[in-house]
């Protein structure tokens, strides 16, 4: 059975940074492409990165792109998040997804979430 367990979200200051992490189990993590996605209040889903299962591949949103950096350990099975120059728009439910391809569209399995407040 698929578990994505999410943890690190939390109320933060504009400015400040915050690192997200994924616990998966009940699949082969290292060869599973993954993602984290957010839905901000009364906001569809967005993708906000992507990494392939060797982790030789990343992407981004241009919302996000140069302050958050997407990362796994295959070793530790982890999936981990680094956010910095958080803004007030950043404020969402942060999931992590497993995709069934690098550039998939959409997931086939996705956390609990966990929630990242960020103040102005």
């Known amino acids: 059975q698929v578990q994505l367990v999410e943890s690190g979200g939390a109320l933060v200051q504009a400015g400040g940074s915050l690192r997200l992490s994924c616990a998966p189990s009940g699949f082969p993590f290292r060869f599973t492409a993954m993602a984290w996605v957010r839905q901000a209040p009364g906001k569809g889903l967005e993708f906000i990165s992507r990494i392939s299962g060797l982790g030789d591949l990343t992407a981004y949103a241009d919302s996000v792109k140069g302050r958050f950096t997407i990362s796994r350990d295959n070793d530790a099975n982890t999936l981990s998040l680094q956010m910095n120059d958080l803004a007030p728009e950043d404020t969402a439910m942060y999931y992590c997804?497993?995709?069934?391809?690098?550039?998939?569209?959409?997931?086939?399995?996705r956390g609990q979430g966990t929630q990242v407040t960020v103040s102005s």
């Open positions: 997804v497993k995709l069934p391809r690098y550039n998939s569209r959409q997931y086939d399995s």
